[in-house]
């Protein structure tokens, strides 16, 4: 009996399960095929499948192709942003400002000069108020007011550049000056001496924002080698000229005097003091000083003034792209050149330059016991940091290969000669042909930055020119757009500068850019873009 109850109970639920497994198979939905008889106008379709030769169409999902992120590699910049990037690199790289200051001091004339925006009631009014939150004398004469006048109407834009770069170097000047308690206006001196251009040296081979000559550079911890000069770097130089201008002053006892013995010697300065009779007033002595030194301190109070009352004045002030405080340090573990850096942290050479001055040959060296450090702006820190493996070993590879002539990127027969611009520097010129700077200052033998206007160069361009067999003699001119821009055609008896005239707002300098114009000269018959 249990025998059989269990067979019964077994074949049921064999039953249950089978009854459940066939409900639970969807039936087969009947799928819509579209001929071309049910295509909707508007609409597209492609071929979804081909039964026994006929074609049966679906709706185009209409999706459009994108480009593969990887293979576009193109980024373009803002061309205004960028055009304003470039200007500022230049400003950074030229000493045409230190060279205009250096000869403005040696050759200060003292006439009287018509300069109706400042009155002298007005000039003596301010000097007063400046006379009395600084101890150095500042008391209206006729020849303070002549250089102050002179200054306003003529070099106002160097001015204007001057108080754009004073943004990154005044802080780091006035945290040493107060460690030694020295007045903070003697930051100005730096403008007289060096125009703020680190790398700034004089005819008698002073060198540096604070123009120390080699023996007493050497005096105050500035070392110098066939890598580096220490005069250059911003840092350590202004502590040693703070330490300098503090023992001045504790010789003389008197801000100007010590001013002027910084410029020329205390030895000048006490033989001044006899030749006058023993006075002690820098204003009395004067007459006696080397020529230099007698426009020094007139040139140092001319800027004074001028700064302190920049903004009566209606000076309008571009800041830089950092501040010395947005900046840091890395010590390096090895050798390296700055423009190895400038590849792999995206930063332009020029803008290494400017915050690494004190490396000669743009090159880092790593000696033991020395304390050598790379700045870089802080958004770069990061970069180089995560990135210090990849970058030494690619570093070392470099300067493996740094025996051959020539690098195995470049065939001699590339070799171009190019012809060095008005406004052209290294990195410029290296830009434009894909290459480094220190490539082209080894291929032309360069042991520093400068370039003369007319200067040729050596360059095996990255892409060269192979249309001819001929080696250029030149960098081919480039094709120059005048496509939705105002042109001017070239007439007998024409000059840059009357063509200039023609166009409001238009300079020389303009046309020159516009249209690739290196020199004066122009051919009847060109057409020039005179509007941009």
Not at 189 to 198: C, G, H, M, R, T
Not at 329 to 351: A, G, N, R, W
Not at 492 to 503: A, P, R, T, V
């Amino acid at each position: 009996m249990n025998h059989k109850l269990i067979t019964l109970t077994i074949g049921c639920l064999v039953c249950v399960f089978v009854s459940f497994g066939q409900d639970s198979i969807p039936k087969k939905k009947e799928i819509k095929r579209l001929t071309k008889v049910d295509f909707v106008a508007g609409e597209t379709y492609v071929i979804d499948t081909i039964i026994e030769g006929k074609n049966f169409f679906k709706k185009g999902l209409n999706i459009q192709p994108e480009l593969d992120s990887i293979q576009n590699r193109e980024l373009l910049d803002h061309p205004h942003a960028a055009e304003i990037d470039e200007k500022w690199l230049e400003e950074l790289y030229s000493n045409v400002l230190f060279d205009s200051i250096y000869e403005s001091v040696t050759t200060l004339k003292y006439d009287p000069v018509d300069y109706p925006e400042l009155t002298t009631d007005t000039l003596k009014a301010r000097l007063k108020r400046l006379n009395a939150r600084t101890p150095f004398n500042v008391e209206y004469n006729p020849s303070l007011e002549s250089v102050i006048k002179s200054y306003l109407k003529h070099r106002r834009n160097s001015m204007s550049r001057l108080m754009s770069l004073s943004h990154y170097y005044f802080p780091l000047f006035e945290e040493s000056l107060d460690n030694y308690d020295i007045p903070l206006e003697v930051k100005y001196l730096a403008i007289v001496e060096s125009a703020l251009k680190p790398k700034a040296k004089s005819r008698v081979g002073a060198t540096g924002l604070w123009q120390f000559m080699f023996g007493t550079g050497k005096e105050y911890g500035l070392n110098v080698s066939s890598y580096v000069d220490e005069r250059s770097d911003p840092v350590k130089s202004t502590v040693a000229a703070s330490q300098y201008l503090a023992r001045l002053y504790k010789i003389f006892g008197d801000w100007d005097l010590a001013l002027a013995a910084y410029n020329s010697g205390p030895g000048n300065v006490s033989k001044a003091i006899r030749r006058s009779g023993g006075y002690e007033n820098y204003w009395n002595i004067r007459p006696h000083l080397p020529r230099e030194t007698a426009g020094y301190l007139p040139a140092f109070l001319a800027t004074m003034y001028i700064f302190e009352f920049a903004e009566e004045h209606g000076f309008k002030i571009e800041k830089p792209n950092y501040r010395h405080v947005e900046t840091d340090t890395i010590h390096v573990k090895q050798m390296i050149s700055l423009d190895q850096v400038s590849e792999f942290v995206d930063v332009p050479i020029e803008e290494l330059q400017f915050l690494n001055p004190s490396y000669k040959l743009d090159i880092i060296p790593f000696i033991k016991g020395e304390d050598y450090t790379l700045r870089l702006p802080r958004e770069a820190i990061g970069r180089f940091v995560t990135n210090e493996i990849e970058i030494y070993a690619y570093v070392t590879a470099e300067l493996n290969k740094r025996e051959k002539p020539l690098p195995q990127l470049f065939d001699a027969k590339s070799k171009t000669r190019y012809r060095v611009r008005s406004g052209d520097y290294l990195g410029k010129i290296a830009r434009k042909f894909g290459v480094r700077v220190s490539q082209i200052k080894q291929w032309n033998g360069l042991r520093g930055n400068n370039l003369k206007i007319g200067q040729r160069l050596t360059i095996y361009p990255r892409k060269p020119n192979t249309s001819s067999g001929k080696v250029a003699s030149s960098t081919p001119k480039k094709v120059i757009n005048t496509e939705g821009k105002s042109t001017y055609k070239v007439r007998e008896g024409d000059s840059l500068w009357s063509i200039s005239q023609k166009f409001p707002g238009v300079s020389v300098q303009n046309i020159k850019e516009w249209n690739d114009i290196s020199g004066n000269k122009l051919k009847i018959g060109t057409t020039l873009v005179v509007s941009n």
